[in-house]
């Protein structure tokens, strides 16, 4: 069942702390006024996003370099055609041959539990008050194997803010789309369906985790989660979870689709960590997919790459109990 959808430009002003002033105004402005939408705000130039209509094949977003790493990124060829979407198979080439006719519109997202602004949203609601950034971010696999990609973007924290979350609020939990006539992987019992992530609250908020919408400059190609998937680059890639269709704050650490399939073998936290091997593989290196796959293998990072930025949320846990 789909309810109308709800419109966050009719949060009452007297609701609008300050910090939230700047994004409700463009919230305002893109439910309220089409045209403004496909304008430049804060100097980010903006995408112009179809109604109904399929999406345009090109984005506008700025580049952010400060928040992207130095290596160069892989092929689109390799990103778009070696993927893991269990939905769609649990071959490496499986989601690129079998995704390619999932409708991705129109799409919804329902927002509920520890927060002021709950309902449905449509997928424009979602993206359109968000100036769109390119990130270049490592992908680490679990199963060992990193990418580079340039994926296109917004902060997921400031998404997270325009539902004013709680002080109950202690994690989110992000669900996708449950849908076994269009995702032949849901009619088998590989997994337990419908996907479901998580991330601690302060974790979320972090401004290294993204909303992904594109890569390469493009609208995400189905197999790498279209039309939203969630980016974040120092845990583990199950993390990022595709197609979302679900976000709930939750005073609780969610049940998670890995946990729950294998706890020993795949924890909530699932920080990047060559020190806690995986029970059947080491993490102590990987492999780089593409042109260098079969050159020598590189040490892992401890988070991916990206402690200086994210070590500190995790000072006082023993990262190998809270793997
Ligand atoms: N819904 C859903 N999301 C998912 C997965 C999945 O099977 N289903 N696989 C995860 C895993 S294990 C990885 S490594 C990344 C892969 O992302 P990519 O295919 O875009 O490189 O997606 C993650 N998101
Ligand atoms: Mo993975």
């Known amino acids: 069942m789909r309810k109308r959808s709800a419109d966050l430009a009719k949060i009452k002003p007297s609701e609008i702390t300050p910090e939230d002033q700047y994004l409700s105004r463009r919230a305002l402005l893109a439910g309220g006024i089409g045209l403004a939408a496909a304008q430049t705000l804060g100097g980010f130039a903006r995408p112009a996003i179809g109604q109904s209509a399929g999406p345009p094949t090109a984005l506008t977003y700025a580049r952010n370099t400060a928040f992207s790493v130095k290596d160069a ?65 490592r992908l680490r696999c679990v199963e060992a194997w990193s990418m580079v990609i340039p994926w296109v973007g917004f902060p997921l924290r400031d998404l997270l803010n325009r539902f004013k979350p709680t002080a109950n609020a202690k994690f989110v939990e992000f669900k996708t789309l449950f849908d076994p006539k269009q995702m032949p992987g849901q009619r088998t019992r590989v997994l337990e369906w419908p996907y479901v992530e ?30 939203l998937r969630l980016i974040v680059p120092w ?72 402690a200086a930025q994210v070590a500190s949320l995790y000072s006082g846990m023993d990262l190998r109990k809270n793997f």
């Open 198 to 227: 998580g991330l601690r609250m302060d974790e979320a908020m972090h401004p290294l985790a993204l909303m992904a919408i594109g890569l390469y400059g493009k609208w995400l190609p189905n197999q790498n989660g279209a039309p």
């Open 73 to 137: 990124p892989n092929s689109y060829a390799d990103i778009s055609t070696y993927n893991n979407y269990y939905e769609f198979g649990t071959g490496k080439s499986d989601p690129s041959e079998n995704a390619q006719n999932f409708r991705t519109r129109p799409w919804n997202v329902a927002v509920s539990g520890e927060a002021e602004v709950t309902g449905n949203f449509t997928l424009e609601d979602i993206i359109k008050p968000h100036p769109l950034e390119e990130r270049v971010y």
């Open 235 to 306: 845990k583990y890639g199950f993390k990022g979870i595709k197609a979302i269709v679900g976000i709930r704050f939750v005073q609780r650490a969610p049940r998670t689709t890995w946990a729950g399939s294998a706890v020993n073998e795949y924890g909530f936290y699932a920080n990047v960590n060559p020190e806690v091997d995986h029970p059947r593989w080491s993490q102590a290196t990987e492999r780089r997919i593409g042109a260098n796959a079969f050159g020598p293998r590189q040490p892992t990072l401890p988070f991916n790459g990206y």
